[in-house]
């Protein structure tokens, strides 16, 4: 495996069936344990490796949008673990995974927009976005109910 590939598969991971979107989302969930601010600066971290391997793997195909590339799952589930609270409960962990590919595979609003860009900004956005919508259902629920513990 060469390096661009070992890092756009997150280690392989990408390589997992079925379903390479959900490991490359749960191999990242123990990071939520670092609390927000590590989890937004590694969201950010794979965002920017993200695109700069894809886009060196895929310099003669800018359409594909392989499913073996999960750094992208690894970065939007990143965001939305970081709208979690410090020390959060496996409750937490497991709604921002839920909420994250819920919107990641149904894809509504702005990031089936997102998921129509073309290129590795296009692979990365829609996760990025479905990533921030999970973040801000979090973080409303949290303002909402403070008393529920995530």
Not at 44 to 69: M, Q, S
Not at 90 to 110: C, E, Q, S, Y
């Amino acid at each position: 495996m060469t390096p661009l590939r070992f890092i756009a598969t997150m280690g392989g991971i990408g390589l997992l069936r079925p379903a390479p979107g959900s490991w490359g989302s749960a191999l990242v969930l123990p990071l939520a344990l670092l609390g927000p601010g590590a989890c937004l600066a590694l969201a950010l971290l794979l965002t920017l490796i993200g695109l700069w391997a894809i886009d060196r793997l895929l310099a003669t195909d800018r359409a594909a949008d392989p499913g073996w590339v999960v750094i992208d799952e690894g970065a939007g589930q990143l965001l939305a673990l970081a709208a979690l609270p410090p020390s959060p409960t496996g409750w937490g962990i497991l709604l921002a995974f839920l909420l994250f590919r819920l919107f990641d595979v149904t894809k509504p609003g702005p990031v089936g927009w997102a998921d129509r860009r073309h290129g590795p900004f296009g692979i990365m956005l829609d996760d990025v976005v479905a990533g921030a919508m999970a973040a801000a259902l979090l973080l409303l629920l949290r303002f909402a109910w403070p008393e529920v513990p995530l």
